[in-house]
């Protein structure tokens, strides 16, 4: 134990360390750099077909019994963005039929949490996911479709903006029930905007890439799918599903990850989150982490009471949230010695 926590101890120094040694602000407008991506084979690239890879933030639910969506603030993501080097958002609108004051119930109170953090990102040129977060949106198809024609209409000029359609299927199939579901989606966003990237959940809390990759969606431009981790779960199964889905050539986009369980709580498993690090860089993938709240779970990037307009000093961030800033903050830095 004392091994582990002296490691602990040194590996923040580190972070801390090299955090003032690469504070030398952000390379400009990340969206203006970028442009509009487009999924390309297993990979996603930019304007000038150069591979990108993102990291960055996902909000949590919506809804406002949760609470998290208090830190859904222009303040937040303009923080996010100049201290952390967020290049990416994701914005979970709560639409499970489970959550009695999200979307499928308040729709107005949680469509107004949305809009604002999608301006938010467009006003500070990062990227922005709009994510059906559900774990049962085959039951509110109806819903779903309605919901992304409008934000097809309000946002699909921009290259900012990322559809994704369904965050967490269960354990249900996926040629009878996420794939049909997503094909009248996709769908019905493609007659509005015909080109933003789509992204698409997978089985079993989108882990079954490998099934997806068996069977992918076919007849639509820029479809990508969803892959989610959390480091307290088994790394070799679940990082092997994800390499057979890329060597069948499927593009992934890690939406949501995790430093802890996969239920959010529990403590920062330091080596796996490394593992999982070096898998995304050697793939270059983008990834977002769960979750700006300051809720009392592992997962949480802040303690309680942080303040809801960023401005953010060490003691504000837990455990996870120091990790987490350190693999954004120098993402850029860590996906580039690839190609060196
Ligand atoms: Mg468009």
Same mark, same amino acid.
């Given at each position: 134990?004392?091994n582990?926590?002296?490691?602990f101890?040194?590996?923040y120094?580190f972070?801390s360390?090299?955090?003032?040694?690469?504070?030398?602000?952000?390379?400009?407008n990340?969206?203006?750099n970028?442009?509009l991506l487009?999924v390309?084979g297993s990979?996603?690239?930019?304007?000038?077909?150069?591979?990108?890879?993102?990291a960055?933030n996902?909000f949590f639910?919506s809804n406002?019994?949760?609470?998290?969506?208090?830190?859904y603030?222009?303040?937040?993501v303009r923080?996010?963005?100049?201290d952390?080097?967020t290049?990416?958002?994701?914005v979970?609108?709560?639409?499970d039929?489970?959550?009695k004051?999200?979307?499928? !119930?308040e729709?107005? &109170?949680n469509?107004k949490a949305?809009e604002r953090?999608? #301006?938010?990102? +467009?006003d500070e @040129?990062i990227?922005?996911?709009i994510?059906?977060?559900?774990?049962?949106?085959e039951?509110?198809?109806a819903q779903?479709i309605a919901?992304?024609?409008?934000?097809?209409r309000?946002?699909?000029k921009?290259?900012n903006?990322?559809?994704e359609?369904y965050n967490e299927?269960?354990?249900?199939?996926?040629?009878?029930?996420?794939?049909? !579901?997503a094909?009248? &989606?996709?769908?019905?966003?493609?007659?509005?905007d015909? #080109?933003n990237? +789509?992204?698409? @959940?997978?089985?079993h809390?989108?882990?079954?890439?490998?099934i997806?990759?068996?069977?992918?969606?076919?007849?639509?431009?820029n479809i990508?799918?969803?892959?989610h981790f959390?480091?307290g779960?088994?790394?070799d199964?679940?990082s092997?599903?994800?390499?057979?889905?890329?060597?069948?050539g499927l593009?992934l986009?890690?939406?949501?990850w995790?430093?802890?369980?996969?239920?959010g709580d529990?403590?920062v498993?330091?080596?796996v989150?490394?593992?999982?690090?070096e898998?995304?860089k050697?793939?270059?993938l983008?990834?977002?982490?769960?979750?700006?709240?300051d809720k009392?779970?592992?997962?949480s990037?802040?303690?309680?009471?942080?303040?809801?307009?960023g401005?953010?000093?060490?003691k504000?961030?837990?455990p996870?949230?120091k990790?987490?800033?350190y693999y954004?903050r120098?993402?850029?830095?860590?996906?580039n010695?690839?190609?060196k």
């Open positions: 134990m004392a582990k926590f002296s490691f101890i040194m590996f120094f972070f360390c090299s955090v003032k040694r690469s504070h030398n602000g952000l390379a400009g990340t969206v203006l970028h442009g487009h390309q990979h996603i690239v930019d304007k000038d077909k150069k591979l990108v890879s993102l960055g996902s639910w406002p019994y949760w609470k998290g969506v208090k830190f603030t222009k303040d937040v923080w996010l963005h100049k952390w080097h290049q990416i958002i994701r979970p609108l709560a639409a039929p489970d959550v004051d999200g979307y499928l !119930y729709p107005e &109170v469509l949305v953090l999608v #301006d938010a990102a +467009i @040129g990227y922005v996911i994510d059906w977060h559900s774990h049962h949106a039951q509110n198809e779903a919901f992304f024609e409008r934000m097809a309000q946002y699909g921009y290259p903006v990322m559809y359609i299927p269960l354990k249900v199939s996926w040629d009878t029930v996420v794939k049909p !579901y094909e009248r &989606v996709i769908s019905a966003i493609r007659k509005i015909p #080109d990237m +789509i992204i698409v @959940g997978s089985p809390w989108s882990k079954d890439v490998d997806v990759s068996e069977n992918p969606i076919t007849g639509y431009n990508a799918y969803t892959f959390y480091a779960s088994n790394f199964w679940l092997k599903k994800m390499t057979k889905a890329i060597q069948n593009p986009f890690v939406t949501e995790g430093t802890v369980d996969a239920n529990g403590k498993h330091l080596e989150v490394k593992m999982w690090m898998l995304l050697k793939y270059q983008s990834h977002c982490n769960w979750s700006v709240n009392t779970e592992g997962a990037i802040l303690k309680p009471g942080a303040s809801t307009k401005g953010w000093t060490e504000d961030l837990t996870s949230g990790l987490v800033r954004i120098n993402w850029q830095n860590i996906v010695q690839n190609k």
